[in-house]
């Protein structure tokens, strides 16, 4: 008998970090101990694992001491992940498999009692963070062969049943490298910008905001467009590049989604205004799962009635909005899970939200009460700020047709290659990445241009903050026109964005 070592990865939200499974068998009154904060499913891996090891026919050492030891040991760790890393740990401390193979090599997957291999969530997280770890060669189940190649510059084995990986530890057989042919997820359809009629100021908003990157609040009565204005804004955005595409499918491996296939898209998430603050930005008992800001992350969140959402959950998202990421304090650890999205909401002027404003039958108190749930601090960090009007006969004239977003998307992505290229070296993609301070001193732009911006905050019409947003929106609306520099003019409308009579 022997000390023997496995690996296996320990995910704290989308880190991760390496664990080594320490065996140790030795004589002694029969006893298996698993320490180093395991959870109730993981102390429960003791009889999956010997189960599954005695059902492969192999010797579980019923007459000795096993100690199972998972390191660091002041890090808590959970889920079924640790399975076949365990079963390795004690076949090879027992001397039952030769250890050579084991090194440098990390083991996922979960196990059944006859010892079949099941696929485990967060699987392509786990490979990425192994991966920056200096670990060169993983084994996975075979469901999650596909998802686990998408990550390159690490050697990929599948299995489906622990008798596999014995013999391949034995030198008997090759573990599978292909993964099991899947049809590639059909492209979903886009709604077209050219649907939505009328609306000209909610449309150029909608154009400026996915050009930029910038957040978005629409106001009006319903049937205005709103949502089918909000919808369409994904079909705008560029395609995501490969590190983003990464991201954002790792996000759904922890959501246990369907990875096969790297998502290219950005992602649109629309929950219902009864979800929680948890099911928003994320939470639950002992590590917390992400929420609804974090699914959202390089795509689109949209609230629709926003102002039935409350106070509460809105004022969560304002250090999303800042930051690009939520953290999670919880009882096992301070989790991190990206959410740079672009927020939309969507809102009704008032409760009654008659098809006409001057049929409102609220009082003044009760429109200023229903508005003020979306509050000055989150305001403040909106962009854009537009109403939406009634439909009327003039929107369907004849001549009159509404441009497509395929002749949108490309005006926006010329704007988004300007924008990338002019802050390249600073690694920023958009405008609204830029912040504030290098607006003002590395790219200041003249006197004469931000008069009317210096005019606002001597005023108190606006904040800094906003100030600073102002800027960002000008720049936007200069790459748009194919201007290098702002000008004054652009300037003006981003300050007219920010009319508060807008919201």
């Known amino acids: 008998m022997a000390l023997r070592k496995t690996w296996a990865i320990a995910l704290f939200g989308v880190d991760g970090v390496l664990v080594e499974i320490e065996a140790d068998v030795r004589a002694g009154l029969p006893s298996v101990q698993l320490i180093g904060l395991p959870d109730s499913a993981l102390k429960e891996a003791k009889n999956r694992v010997a189960a599954a090891i005695q059902n492969c026919r192999e010797d579980w050492p019923v007459d000795r001491v096993i100690t199972l030891a998972l390191s660091p040991a002041a890090l808590p760790k959970g889920g079924t992940t640790y399975d076949l890393a365990l079963a390795c740990a004690v076949l090879a401390a027992s001397e039952q498999v030769p250890a050579h193979r084991l090194?440098?090599?990390?083991?996922?997957?979960?196990?059944?009692?006859?010892?079949?291999?099941?696929?485990?969530?967060?699987?392509?997280?786990?490979?990425?963070?192994?991966?920056?770890?200096?670990?060169?060669?993983?084994?996975?189940?075979?469901?999650?062969?596909?998802?686990?190649?998408?990550v390159d510059g690490i050697e990929i084995l599948g299995a489906d049943h622990l008798r596999e990986v014995i013999a391949w530890l034995r030198e008997l057989v090759d573990l599978r490298e292909d993964a099991p042919p899947a049809a590639e997820p059909r492209a979903e359809e886009v709604p077209d910008l050219a649907d939505v009629?009328?609306?000209?100021?909610?449309?150029?908003?909608?154009?400026?905001?996915?050009?930029?990157?910038?957040?978005?609040?629409?106001?009006?009565?319903?049937?205005?467009?709103?949502?089918?204005?909000?919808?369409?804004?994904?079909?705008?955005?560029?395609?995501?590049?490969?590190?983003?595409?990464?991201?954002?499918?790792?996000?759904?491996?922890?959501?246990?989604?369907?990875?096969e296939f790297l998502v290219r898209r950005p992602p649109f998430v629309a929950p219902h205004p009864s979800l929680s603050i948890p099911a928003l930005i994320g939470g639950g008992t002992g590590l917390a799962r992400p929420g609804a800001v974090s699914r959202a992350h390089r795509?689109?969140?949209?609230?629709?009635?926003?102002?039935?959402?409350?106070?509460?959950?809105?004022?969560?998202?304002?250090?999303?909005?800042?930051?690009?990421?939520?953290?999670?304090?919880?009882?096992?650890?301070?989790?991190?899970?990206?959410?740079?999205?672009?927020?939309?909401?969507?809102?009704?002027?008032?409760?009654?939200?008659?098809?006409?404003?001057?049929?409102?039958?609220?009082?003044?108190?009760?429109?200023?009460?229903?508005?003020?749930?979306?509050?000055?601090?989150?305001?403040?960090?909106?962009?854009?700020?537009?109403?939406?009007?009634?439909?009327?006969?003039?929107?369907?004239?004849?001549?009159?047709?509404?441009?497509?977003?395929?002749?949108?998307?490309?005006?926006?992505?010329?704007?988004?290659?300007?924008?990338?290229?002019?802050?390249?070296?600073?690694?920023?993609?958009?405008n609204t990445e830029v912040p504030g301070p290098v607006l003002r001193k590395e790219f200041a732009l003249p006197e004469e241009t931000t008069a009317l911006l210096e005019r606002g905050l001597e005023a108190g019409a606006i904040t800094a903050r906003g100030a600073d947003r102002c800027l960002r929106v000008a720049w936007t609306l200069a790459d748009l026109d194919g201007s290098p520099w702002p000008a004054a003019d652009h300037v003006a409308a981003a300050l007219e964005f920010r009319d508060r009579r807008a919201a």
């Open 103 to 150: 090194k440098g090599t990390v083991l996922f997957g979960e196990l059944a009692l006859d010892g079949r291999l099941r696929r485990v969530p967060g699987l392509l997280p786990a490979l990425l963070a192994a991966r920056r770890n200096g670990v060169r060669r993983a084994v996975v189940p075979v469901e999650g062969l596909a998802e686990a190649h998408l």
């Open 197 to 259: 009629l009328g609306q000209p100021e909610a449309r150029w908003a909608l154009e400026v905001a996915a050009a930029g990157g910038h957040h978005l609040l629409m106001v009006g009565p319903p049937g205005t467009g709103k949502t089918m204005l909000a919808k369409r804004l994904c079909g705008l955005l560029p395609e995501l590049t490969r590190s983003e595409s990464l991201e954002v499918t790792a996000l759904r491996s922890l959501s246990e989604e369907s990875t």
């Open 299 to 430: 795509g689109i969140l949209l609230l629709d009635e926003a102002c039935e959402l409350g106070p509460k959950r809105l004022e969560a998202l304002r250090t999303a909005l800042e930051e690009g990421e939520i953290r999670l304090a919880r009882r096992d650890g301070t989790l991190r899970y990206p959410a740079r999205f672009q927020l939309v909401l969507a809102t009704n002027p008032c409760p009654c939200a008659p098809a006409r404003e001057l049929d409102c039958q609220c009082a003044p108190q009760q429109r200023r009460r229903y508005l003020g749930k979306l509050s000055g601090p989150l305001l403040d960090r909106v962009d854009l700020r537009v109403r939406t009007r009634p439909i009327s006969a003039m929107s369907t004239a004849v001549g009159a047709e509404p441009e497509s977003t395929a002749v949108v998307r490309e005006r926006v992505e010329r704007a988004r290659e300007v924008a990338r290229e002019r802050w390249s070296e600073h690694g920023w993609q958009t």
